[in-house]
């Protein structure tokens, strides 16, 4: 097979232009051309009014050498590399003991998936509920302003992931194909077969909550056992005269203790009890940098004509997305620092997050068909270890989480106690006026917003630096910058705020037999990202498995 690619063709080509580009490419006659399937599709929306698609494609010929030889300089005609999985272990019959997978994320959803589907019969613990309930208690907070510490947008069954907008694109280096796994078992368990080829593939929330219950299902027919409402509290960790520890197994808030010599850590970057609990066990963590910022909220018509101009509102663009980024040039001590958009969800709504009481929290989702009314993303500055020290300067390696937890409490204040976020208009924003009215742009954040002035809600720094990037970024997308844009906040879980550093044997540097993964560990960021790293973890525990009988 031939892998083609680079192939350019307009928008609206005819069904037929794929093919006569393959033969125009290779030079191929009328028997030639055995056929092809379209392996990526993209787009290239930088001419406006001429947007192109550029297509990767898998194409079968014959005389296959012979045409790679006469193409043996371009570097877009080249053979297909081997996609498909191989699992690289098989359980022993006599399997002594079962791994256990603490989490059932994307991270832990794949790292259960695969461990079962080599034989090895995890047993999954998540702190929260199973999917059904879990929306009930996430959609109490939205609705009725009832926040379950237990079950909410960050924990319980599909992880953090399950009410987003379900982009599964991502810039890992991935050598293995291990993102091509993912997106297969996906569509095995009901997502769009157009994730396996278009190049920022989405599947929306509904569908995620569809398909989180039937992985789960695969999981516990291939001998997995899945248990909810099941908090790891401790870690039953040995100490040998050398120093050297060994973990044996897990503690559940009930009291029950698990044994295992293999524990997959992968609790996402809500877990905030959970860090500190590693902590105390003297498993080896280390403060890591995150960003904080606010969400935005446009009307999608101005990003879908800003980006593509005329042809907006064409059904195989969908809804326009951006990707923006400022580096700042401000006067403020500290600045100089980033300001980038991040997650951004086209056709979405901004959701409340927050998993402990009296924090307010925002983030964003949509359902596949992105058709609500407003974009949204969130803006957000890059910050550092030494930034956290002026709200815990104990020189914990926590002391991020004293960051986030401060942010979270002062947003909840700022929007009146009730756990509505504070918001305020961009233009008003940008002057340092408070808001009191909205305008054009309706928010979509439930249960509400408090128009108020936002720069009380994140340090003076990030302020600025927002301030500085909106107008910068009005002039890529025009509009970013209308008076009646509104942004709420906070956003404070970008990102873990800790890492819980492995070795290339993917265990905790100081303790044998956790291997931490996933989002939460710091090694991860994003739904793709978080199930790829539960492959590698899971291939990690297998082969330690195999190789310590
Ligand atoms: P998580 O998904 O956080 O899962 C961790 C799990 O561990 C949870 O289910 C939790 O209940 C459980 N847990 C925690 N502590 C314990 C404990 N002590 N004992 C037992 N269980 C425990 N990413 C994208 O790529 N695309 C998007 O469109 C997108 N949109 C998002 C929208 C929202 C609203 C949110 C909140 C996140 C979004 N993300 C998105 C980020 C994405 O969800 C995360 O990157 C991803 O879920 C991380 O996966 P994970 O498995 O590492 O951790």
């Given at each position: 097979?031939?892998?083609?690619?680079?192939?350019?063709?307009?928008?609206?080509?005819?069904?037929?232009?794929?093919?006569?580009?393959?033969?125009?490419?290779?030079?191929?006659?009328?028997?030639?051309?055995?056929?092809?399937?379209?392996?990526?599709?993209?787009?290239?929306?930088?001419?406006?009014?001429?947007?192109?698609?550029?297509?990767?494609?898998?194409?079968?010929?014959?005389?296959?050498?012979?045409?790679?030889?006469?193409?043996?300089?371009?570097?877009?005609?080249?053979?297909?590399?081997?996609?498909?999985?191989?699992?690289?272990?098989?359980?022993?019959?006599?399997?002594?003991?079962?791994?256990?997978?603490?989490g059932f994320g994307p991270c832990g959803l794949f790292a259960g998936l695969l461990l079962a589907q080599m034989g090895y019969r995890p047993i999954i613990l998540d702190r929260g509920k199973a999917v059904r309930e879990r929306t009930v208690d996430t959609w109490g907070l939205w609705r009725q302003r009832k926040l379950e510490?237990?079950?909410?947008?960050?924990?319980?069954?599909?992880?953090?992931?399950?009410?987003?907008?379900?982009?599964?694109?991502?810039?890992?280096?991935?050598?293995?194909?291990?993102?091509?796994?993912?997106?297969?078992?996906?569509?095995?368990?009901?997502?769009?077969?157009?994730?396996?080829?278009?190049?920022?593939?989405?599947?929306?929330?509904?569908?995620?909550?569809?398909?989180?219950?039937?992985?789960?299902?695969?999981?516990?027919?291939?001998?997995?056992?899945?248990?909810?409402?099941?908090?790891?509290?401790?870690?039953?960790?040995?100490?040998?005269?050398?120093?050297?520890?060994?973990?044996?197994?897990?503690?559940?808030?009930?009291?029950?203790?698990?044994?295992?010599?293999?524990?997959?850590?992968?609790?996402?970057?809500?877990?905030?009890?959970?860090?500190?609990?590693?902590?105390?066990?003297?498993?080896?963590?280390?403060?890591?940098?995150?960003?904080?910022?606010?969400?935005?909220?446009?009307?999608?018509?101005?990003?879908?004509?800003?980006?593509?101009?005329?042809?907006?509102?064409?059904?195989?663009?969908?809804?326009?997305?951006?990707?923006?980024?400022?580096?700042?040039?401000?006067?403020?001590?500290?600045?100089?620092?980033?300001?980038?958009?991040?997650?951004?969800?086209?056709?979405?709504?901004?959701?409340?997050?927050?998993?402990?009481?009296?924090?307010?929290?925002?983030?964003?989702?949509?359902?596949?068909?992105?058709?609500?009314?407003?974009?949204?993303?969130?803006?957000?500055?890059?910050?550092?270890?030494?930034?956290?020290?002026?709200?815990?300067?104990?020189?914990?390696?926590?002391?991020?989480?004293?960051?986030?937890?401060?942010?979270?409490?002062?947003?909840?204040?700022?929007?009146?106690?009730?756990?509505?976020?504070?918001?305020?208009?961009?233009?008003?924003?940008?002057?340092?006026?408070?808001?009191?009215?909205?305008?054009?742009?309706?928010?979509?954040?439930?249960?509400?917003?408090?128009?108020?002035?936002?720069?009380?809600?994140?340090?003076?720094?990030?302020?600025?630096?927002?301030?500085?990037?909106?107008?910068?970024?009005?002039?890529?997308?025009?509009?970013?910058?209308?008076?009646?844009?509104?942004?709420?906040?906070?956003?404070?879980?970008?990102?873990?705020?800790?890492?819980?550093?492995?070795?290339?044997?993917?265990?905790?540097?100081?303790?044998?037999?956790?291997?931490?993964?996933?989002?939460?560990?710091?090694?991860?960021?994003?739904?793709?990202?978080?199930?790829?790293?539960?492959?590698?973890?899971?291939?990690?525990?297998?082969?330690?498995?195999?190789?310590?009988?």
């Amino acid at each position: 097979m031939i892998r083609l690619t680079d192939i350019k063709l307009p928008l609206d080509h005819a069904e037929g232009a794929i093919e006569a580009a393959i033969r125009a490419k290779l030079g191929l006659g009328k028997d030639g051309l055995r056929g092809f399937s379209v392996f990526r599709r993209g787009y290239d929306a930088r001419k406006r009014g001429a947007i192109q698609l550029i297509y990767t494609l898998d194409v079968e010929v014959a005389g296959e050498a012979a045409i790679l030889a006469r193409h043996a300089d371009d570097k877009h005609v080249q053979t297909s590399p081997d996609t498909s999985y191989r699992f690289v272990a098989q359980a022993p019959e006599d399997l002594k003991q079962r791994p256990i997978v603490i989490g059932f994320g994307p991270c832990g959803l794949f790292a259960g998936l695969l461990l079962a589907q080599m034989g090895y019969r995890p047993i999954i613990l998540d702190r929260g509920k199973a999917v059904r309930e879990r929306t009930v208690d996430t959609w109490g907070l939205w609705r009725q302003r009832k926040l379950e510490p237990e079950s909410n947008v960050q924990f319980g069954e599909g992880g953090a992931g399950t009410f987003s907008d379900g982009k599964l694109h991502s810039q890992i280096s991935d050598p293995h194909h291990h993102g091509r796994k993912v997106l297969t078992e996906f569509v095995k368990a009901g997502a769009p077969e157009e994730i396996l080829y278009v190049s920022k593939p989405h599947i929306g929330t509904f569908r995620l909550v569809t398909m989180v219950e039937s992985m789960r299902e695969t999981i516990q027919a291939l001998g997995g056992e899945i248990r909810f409402t099941q908090r790891v509290d401790d870690l039953l960790v040995d100490t040998a005269a050398d120093g050297t520890r060994q973990l044996r197994g897990v503690v559940l808030a009930s009291g029950e203790q698990l044994l295992s010599d293999h524990v997959v850590l992968a609790v996402g970057h809500s877990a905030r009890d959970t860090f500190f609990m590693l902590h105390d066990r003297g498993v080896y963590l280390e403060a890591k940098p995150f960003s904080v910022g606010f969400r935005v909220e446009h009307p999608q018509s101005i990003i879908d004509q800003a980006r593509f101009g005329p042809q907006a509102g064409h059904p195989i663009l969908g809804a326009a997305d951006y990707k923006l980024v400022h580096h700042c040039t401000g006067t403020h001590k500290g600045n100089g620092r980033s300001v980038y958009s991040f997650c951004m969800c086209p056709g979405g709504t901004v959701v409340a997050a927050a998993s402990e009481p009296e924090r307010v929290v925002t983030n964003g989702m949509s359902q596949y068909s992105r058709n609500e009314r407003n974009a949204n993303a969130a803006i957000v500055v890059g910050i550092e270890p030494k930034d956290f020290a002026a709200f815990d300067d104990s020189g914990s390696p926590l002391a991020g989480i004293a960051l986030q937890r401060a942010l979270e409490s002062r947003a909840y204040e700022l929007g009146g106690r009730n756990y509505s976020a504070p918001g305020q208009l961009v233009g008003d924003f940008i002057k340092g006026q408070p808001s009191t009215e909205f305008g054009h742009v309706q928010p979509s954040y439930k249960p509400g917003v408090h128009l108020t002035d936002l720069a009380p809600a994140l340090p003076d720094y990030a302020i600025e630096a927002i301030r500085e990037a909106l107008p910068a970024f009005d002039r890529q997308i025009k509009g970013f910058a209308m008076h009646d844009a509104v942004l709420t906040g906070v956003e404070t879980r970008t990102s873990s705020p800790v890492r819980i550093r492995r070795g290339e044997d993917y265990q905790s540097l100081n303790t044998r037999g956790l291997y931490p993964a996933g989002e939460g560990a710091g090694y991860a960021g994003g739904i793709l990202s978080a199930a790829v790293d539960g492959i590698r973890v899971a291939e990690a525990v297998a082969r330690d498995i195999n190789a310590s009988r």
